[in-house]
């Protein structure tokens, strides 16, 4: 029940398109749920972070959508640029605080030329 | 403000030796959190400690690992007796009291091969 599923396992998008990353989670305590950026070789980076009392947060070119109901949460990057490309992990925790998160498996994006 | 510093960046170790990793958080942070990172997988939470407390330990292996997070200096965490298994990125994150709305940092990480 603490498991948080992520697809694709790989994605690969044309410069300027739209990324999208998948996570669906089956523990109902979670309520606060980042998205990570890990480039290879440094530590994830904190890129946007969503709670369940809003359905869309928007960051720049970074969306999450959240759907409560269906226990799911995206990620969407809008105008893909190859300094995009990286690996990106869902989170989800419980208690409202960054304590103890339960990652996705991650999601390694290539933006190409 | 210096982020969150791991040392060392690489260790080696042979099988059955000890591994000392260190974590100093970013100034003003007193929580830390170690996570494990096994090639081509996500990150797995460790353990929690706020200065000389260990706070969850839930995702500590019960043998050969400890923590701990000492009222002045870095916190370390200790590996006895590696194996090849243990052959991770393990990485460190701090946060100050109460992090709500911005999550916490993690450092760099440190690459630990057992050979």
């Known amino acids: 029940q603490q498991q948080v599923k992520q697809s694709p396992q790989s994605l690969i998008v044309q410069k300027g398109g739209i990324s999208i990353i998948n996570c669906a989670y089956e523990n109902t305590a979670f309520d606060y749920f980042p998205w990570y950026q890990q480039f290879p070789g440094k530590g994830p980076a904190l890129l946007i972070a969503?709670?369940?009392?809003?359905s869309e947060k928007k960051e720049g070119r970074f969306t999450i959508s959240f759907n409560k109901s269906a226990k799911q949460f995206s990620l969407h990057i809008m105008d893909s640029q190859p300094g995009d490309s990286a690996t990106y992990f869902c989170?989800?925790?419980?208690?409202?605080?960054?304590?103890?998160?339960?990652f996705g498996t991650g999601t390694r994006l290539q933006v190409t030329l | 403000n210096a982020g969150v510093m791991q040392n060392p960046r690489h260790l080696v170790r042979r099988r059955g030796q000890e591994a000392r990793l260190r974590c100093s958080p970013m100034?003003?942070?007193?929580?830390v959190y170690w996570y494990r990172q096994l090639p081509e997988e996500g990150l797995k939470f460790m353990v929690y400690l706020q200065k000389e407390n260990i706070i969850d330990e839930s995702g500590m292996p019960k043998e050969r690992f400890s923590a701990e997070f000492p009222k002045e200096g870095p916190s370390i965490l200790r590996i006895q007796q590696v194996v090849r298994g243990d052959s991770a990125a393990y990485f460190c994150?701090?946060?100050?009291?109460?992090?709500?709305?911005?999550?916490?940092?993690f450092g760099s990480g440190t690459r630990l091969t057992v050979v």
């Open positions: 989170a989800a925790s419980r208690g409202g605080t960054a304590s103890k998160l339960t």
């Open positions: 994150a701090s946060s100050r009291e109460g992090a709500t709305n911005y999550g916490y940092t």
């Open positions: 969503i709670r369940p009392d809003v």
């Open positions: 100034k003003g942070h007193s929580h």
